[in-house]
């Protein structure tokens, strides 16, 4: 625990790490289990996870069983209500998961009502198995409940219960026969006390066990969603380090041909307005080239310079290597006449951000996809669209970046006002993971017909 807690104070210093979403994963008990009827689809939101549906049939055997007590015995109140208890615990379990808190308190009441009814039935009903609601109920609360006070009132109701259940209950219950004695009558001689003493123990023994286990288990789950949103604040603040070099290349190049001009204009001399002009150029320029190298200064650890490359007419050449290591994609890019208008066009940081969303999408859909890999650029006059998808393993419910990926491309378009959605979904028998990206760029006039390129059967790039 202590461990777990430097870890978020040293990240949350570190890297401004959003905590609480970033524990938000370890509780998502829908990422963990196969849902019936599924994750997507009309009726995703009422699908139930398949453990729940094992548990709620099997609880439901049990709670059939007590239907024999009526059917031997008749319709008495007392068989009645042990059936409709045992029923209800069973219909919880559907629940469990889905609805959390309600079926915690449902299950909980309803086996204190049961206890109840074992204490004041006149009859002996026997221990139904249904009681193993109040392990799975621990177990659930405390494995998924984000608010960790909701395992703690489990854990001591559950204990409470191993000391007060329907088993040491009964052994209190008093013999009905005419002839008992009723100085070693139930639940006092020394075999009974045993008998509930060892009961209690092995319920006390189980409630510690599941609690144990749910904990060790949400504490993996923690440190497991912490890792990675650690990896994520560490994607973010080395995407911004690239881009603080970035700039400097960029941005500073051009301040320093502005002083230059300047420079230049100032010794040629000319009209004192001219001079005046120039000056103001000069000086802005070289305030502006200062805090630039300020700025990558703070930011960045070495000295090492980095050329960005910000071409697009790069483009098809990554595409190509990509193929060349055994992808197969099919491309749809606009004509190279396009791409070279659109360097002219285009500022600097919108032609990196295209190349580095093409490249990171396309080593992403290699490293986790199985099959052809499918990408769209297409351009309007005001606007750029990327569209990159590629089957992935139907075992797969997320997105295969793994997280960090997803920050760093995001982080850049966060920069140019651009917006990206993505998904796993599904298409006839595949598994498609989809990435959409939309960004503003500088407007450009060109005719509709040489926005985008056709696409050959092969998957040839023009």
């Not at 070099?245 to 230059?260: A, N, P, Q, W, Y």
């Not at 005046?276 to 650890?301: G, H, K, M, P």
């Not at 080593?363 to 099959?371: F, I």
Request: overall charge negative.
């Amino acid at each position: 625990m202590a461990d777990r807690d430097g870890r978020l104070e040293a990240a949350a210093r570190g890297a401004a790490l959003p905590t609480t979403a970033s524990l938000s994963a370890a509780y998502d008990w829908q990422a963990r289990h196969r849902m019936v009827p599924g994750r997507r689809g009309r009726w995703a939101h009422y699908s139930i996870p398949v453990v729940d549906l094992a548990l709620g049939a099997v609880f439901l055997a049990f709670a059939l069983e007590s239907v024999t007590f009526i059917l031997r015995f008749g319709g008495y109140a007392i068989y009645v209500s042990d059936f409709a208890l045992c029923l209800a615990l069973a219909l919880t379990q559907f629940g469990r998961l889905r609805l959390l808190r309600v079926s915690f308190i449902a299950t909980y009441a309803l086996l204190a009502a049961y206890a109840i009814l074992v204490v004041l039935s006149p009859v002996n009903l026997g221990l139904n198995p249904i009681i193993a609601t109040a392990i799975t109920s621990l177990y659930t609360v405390t494995r998924w409940e984000p608010d960790r006070r909701w395992g703690t009132a489990a854990l001591l109701l559950a204990l409470a219960g191993a000391l007060v259940n329907p088993v040491t209950l009964a052994s209190y219950t008093p013999p009905y026969e005419s002839d008992a004695d009723p100085t070693t009558g139930s639940g006092w001689d020394g075999t009974i006390l045993l008998v509930r003493a060892l009961s209690s123990l092995v319920f006390v023994g189980a409630v510690v066990l599941t609690y144990l286990l749910a904990s060790s288990r949400r504490r993996i789950a923690e440190n497991q969603a912490l890792d990675v949103g650690i990896a994520a604040a560490q994607a973010v603040a080395a995407e911004r380090l690239s881009l603080a070099r970035e700039l400097h290349d960029l941005v500073g190049h051009s301040l320093t041909t502005i002083k230059v001009q300047a420079a230049t204009g100032l010794a040629l001399g000319g009209e004192e307005r001219l001079r005046s002009t120039l000056t103001t150029v000069r000086d802005t320029a070289d305030a502006s080239l200062a805090s630039v190298r300020q700025l990558v200064s703070v930011l960045r650890s070495d000295a090492g310079e980095i050329t960005p490359l910000a071409d697009l007419r790069t483009i098809p050449a990554l595409i190509e290597t990509t193929r060349s290591s055994g992808s197969r994609i099919s491309a749809v890019l606009p004509e190279p006449e396009v791409l070279e208008r659109c360097n002219s066009a285009w500022s600097a940081i919108q032609r990196l951000t295209l190349v580095r969303l093409v490249g990171e999408t396309l080593t992403n859909a290699v490293r986790h996809g199985t099959g052809q890999i499918e990408l769209s650029l297409t351009l309007s006059q005001d606007s750029c669209h990327l569209h990159v998808a590629n089957p992935v393993p139907d075992v797969a419910e997320h997105s295969p970046f793994g997280g960090s990926g997803l920050v760093g491309l995001e982080e850049r378009l966060r920069l140019v006002g651009g917006t990206m959605t993505h998904g796993i979904h599904n298409n006839g028998d595949h598994s498609f993971f989809t990435i959409d990206v939309d960004f503003p760029v500088a407007p450009l006039e060109l005719p509709a017909s040489a926005m985008t390129a056709g696409e050959t059967e092969s998957g040839d790039c023009r």
